[in-house]
């Protein structure tokens, strides 16, 4: 066999062995059957791999949120694997993390590339149904609610975290997209002068509640809040930090999974200097809850004054009732000695 020949049948045997084409399967026998066979056996490699490679291609943009998914676990378990963390730390995160791809819920930033009307179309057939439940919001046009929704941020709460604590500084509200919340308040602290922080209106209250303070004053349970409920989704809260009062009163906590909405004060700020009609309603409107919170200190300061008023009268009939029977038995005492005498 010439060298030339040797080379092709080395060059073949290579090609079926690399493509496990198998012997036999092709058995040229003339030396342009045998350079057929090999450019064949390179074409069909070449066509396999192009094919398979468009499929895989193809498969992760149909699943383009699982290939982000898996891209993100691989980052997390990197850093955990080199930090060595503790176990359970382990678990959350990766529970964490498959949350938030799972539930959480953002507009797609192509949207705001839409037209001016297209936009705020989108933004009110989201979000106006549970923006208008907060009655300060209810007298915006549709333009001022689509600039308020533009402020919105997401947060995601995985359960029994808390989101603020009650005493707190804030500066936002929050509308509760998906999830359960629990609201609570604390025994009250004592003012400097005495007074004490009012209850949770009863409007608030449930059954349960009632049946578990019942059960308090009873010395069954021992429990340091003074009121708790829960909110669902499609609800606000936290609104006081915006209309005036920066400290909180409740303690927010998330009893399941969470997808939060919030805005700033300052994001409500920007939205009332661009539009008129929105500062004139909200301002009205804080003017009003003002009002009704004066009204209700004036009616619990005549409450209480009232009811020291009669714990006074009441007193100082009690001391005359007391006197007069002291009276009454010194005289006795004194008749009783001068007969004895």
Known sequence: MDPESQSLSSLYWAATTLSTT???DITPS???????AIFAIFLGGFLFAYYIGNIASLLEKI???GSQYRSRIYEVESFMHRERLPINLKRQIRTYISRTFLYQRHVPSYISELSGSLKREVYLALFKEIIVKAPFFREFSDSA?????NHFRIKLL???EILYREGDVGDRMFFLHQGTMEMSMHKPEKAPDGRLLPRAPLSRRTSALALHEMAKSNGEVKDERLAHWTIKEGS???ENAILGNKKRITTARALTWCNIYYITLDDIEDTISKYSGAAISFKVYKSKMRTAAKTKMRRAGKAAAMFVSKNKD???KMEQALRAASGDAKAK???????GG
């Open 314 to 316: 009441g007193q100082s």
């Open 333 to 339: 005492q004194a008749a009783g000695g001068a007969e």
């Open 30 to 36: 003339t030396l342009p059957e045998l350079v057929f």
């Open 22 to 24: 198998g012997y036999g």
């Open 145 to 149: 609610i689509t600039e308020i929704i």
């Open 236 to 238: 606000f809260f936290g």
């Open 63 to 65: 699943d383009v949120k």
């Open 158 to 160: 995985p359960a029994e």
